[in-house]
């Protein structure tokens, strides 16, 4: 073959992602090897946890910036580096079994689709994908290659949101009747802007065009894109929804056993085609479970210096909403569970005071009996665990995770249902979510899914 030739075919492979698509059955008990897309900001912190599992092993670096790879080098010295993705796949081959993905939203998808087709299991970021299509192409896809997946919520696992999952389901607070949720930060938080700025110089060292990916090709501009306040635009992150929606409605939907919604509902302010709006409240009707009371449950959300009404906390005098959080309204009173820190009971006349589980602890160690009620025991305290380690036992143990794609992929499609009631503001939207579907709502439907580059489509998962 000529050198052209193989060029050719090596460009169209590349260019159409044409992998073939192959299940391995490595004996995985000794070690996983493991590739990181994405390797400083989150990544490198996602790569350090993974790595300090006993079986992990990293034998590939991908990042689409060159500057970016000297931080983590000093950590774990001697790892190939690649600029793209695909090649990275293409050349490790047979030498790796797994991957973390820990770019921008708008790239989850992609590696992570193209990941489980080789038969290779994958950590991703949250949240999981940039629309409710992609979680849905993603969550059938990991169940059609029977590969072992965590989404990259890590909180999940900490003894905070635990605690607050056991208290809802051991009935402390009855059935609940209504969550509401809330975070500061407006969706645009990081460039305040509302339309794309002039275009600047790419550093050396970085591809913007790998960088882009999937997304609509525009011109590079210093500091509004990468890294990190990509988090802004519409073609890149997913707003204050989908940076928190995926952490905070977490202990929501694993406490209440939530899936698909019936509907949702915005009400948005500064939604426009280039960033996510300054502000919203956005309200999901789900079906009722057995941890919730009546039909249905309605979960909101606020966000952009929204909060809810504070007094349905039943908090006592001095005490104030956490600066992010839940509360749980319940048939027998409230759980206000803050964004990683312990959950409270309330009212505390009926529960007894809340304390912290380090202050019980010293006080057992003392052998200091409390004088008043305790609103949470040191017995109903959950411990935490390692998310990263969870996923690697998970594929040298064969088992699932608890924050696999079938429960991250349908948290990650109400998040970016949401996202889409947001730009209809007033709008109620009804879901089909088996049709994937919101039926008379086009221009809603429109927005499940996203126009893909030339050469960076994402195709459904396979039948
Ligand atoms: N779980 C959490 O607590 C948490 C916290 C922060 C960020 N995140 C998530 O992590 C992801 C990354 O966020 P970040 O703040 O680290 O962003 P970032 O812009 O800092 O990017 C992370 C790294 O990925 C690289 N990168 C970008 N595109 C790439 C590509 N196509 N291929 C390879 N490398 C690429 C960047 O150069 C950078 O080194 C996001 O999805 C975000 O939501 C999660």
Redesign the pocket.
Same mark, same amino acid.
């Given at each position: 073959m000529t050198l052209s030739r193989r060029n050719f075919l090596r460009t169209a492979a590349l260019a159409t992602l044409a992998f073939p698509a192959i299940v391995r059955a490595r004996n995985l008990n000794s070690q996983v090897q493991i590739a990181a897309?994405?390797?400083?900001?989150?990544?490198?912190?996602?790569i350090g946890e993974v790595a300090s599992h006993p079986k992990a092993r990293f034998v590939g670096f991908?990042?689409?910036?060159a500057s970016?790879f000297a931080k983590i080098d000093k950590r774990h010295p001697g790892v190939t580096h690649f600029?793209?993705?695909r090649e990275m796949f293409r050349k490790l081959g047979d030498g790796f079994d797994a991957v973390t993905v820990?770019?921008?939203?708008h790239? %989850?998808a992609l590696?992570t689709m193209v990941a489980m087709r080789l038969g290779k299991h994958v950590y991703c970021?949250?949240?999981l994908t940039h629309t409710a299509w992609e979680a849905r192409q993603l969550r059938l896809q990991a169940a059609r290659s029977k590969v072992r997946t965590q989404m990259?919520?890590?909180?999940h696992s900490a003894k905070e949101y635990r605690t607050g999952v056991k208290l809802i389901q051991t009935g402390r607070i009855g059935k609940v009747l209504a969550v509401h949720t809330w975070h500061p930060n407006t969706g645009n938080k990081y460039t305040g802007m509302t339309a794309a700025p002039a275009a600047g110089p790419v550093p050396a060292g970085?591809s913007w065009d790998?960088?882009l990916?999937t997304a609509p090709n525009r011109d590079y501009a210093p500091t509004v894109y990468?890294?990190?306040n990509?988090?802004d635009w519409v073609d890149f992150?997913?707003g204050t929804m989908?940076?928190f929606g995926c %952490?905070l409605l977490d202990p929501v939907f694993t406490a209440l056993k939530l899936g698909a919604p019936l509907s949702v509902k915005a009400d948005s302010v500064g939604a426009n085609a280039q960033t996510w709006c300054a502000q919203q409240t956005i309200e999901w009707t789900f079906p009722g479970t057995e941890y919730t009371k009546g039909n249905t449950l309605t979960v909101t959300w606020y966000d952009g210096g929204r909060l809810p009404d504070a007094t349905l906390a039943l908090l006592p005098p001095g005490k104030t909403l956490s600066a992010a959080g839940s509360i749980f309204i319940g048939e027998l009173g409230v759980m206000m569970l803050p964004h990683v820190a312990m959950p409270s009971l309330y009212p505390e006349e009926k529960f007894g005071k809340n304390h912290n589980p380090g202050d019980l602890a010293r006080r057992a160690r003392a052998q200091v009996k409390p004088t008043d009620k305790v609103a949470i025991d040191l017995a109903d305290f959950v411990e935490g665990s390692s998310h990263y380690h969870a996923w690697v036992d998970a594929i040298t143990q064969g088992h699932e995770t608890t924050d696999n794609f079938a429960y991250a992929g349908p948290l990650t499609e109400a998040v970016q249902l949401g996202n889409v009631a947001s730009r209809f503001s007033g709008v109620k939207l009804e879901w089909d979510a088996v049709a994937m579907k919101f039926p008379g709502k086009p221009e809603a439907e429109a927005l499940l899914t996203k126009e893909y580059r030339k050469g960076w489509e994402l195709t459904a998962a396979d039948k």
């Open positions: 897309v994405g390797v400083d900001g989150k990544g490198y912190g996602d991908c990042d689409i910036d970016r600029a793209d993705w820990s770019t921008p939203d790239m %989850h590696p970021q949250k949240p990259g919520n890590q909180i970085v790998l960088w990916g990468h890294p990190f990509w988090r992150g997913s989908g940076d %952490h």
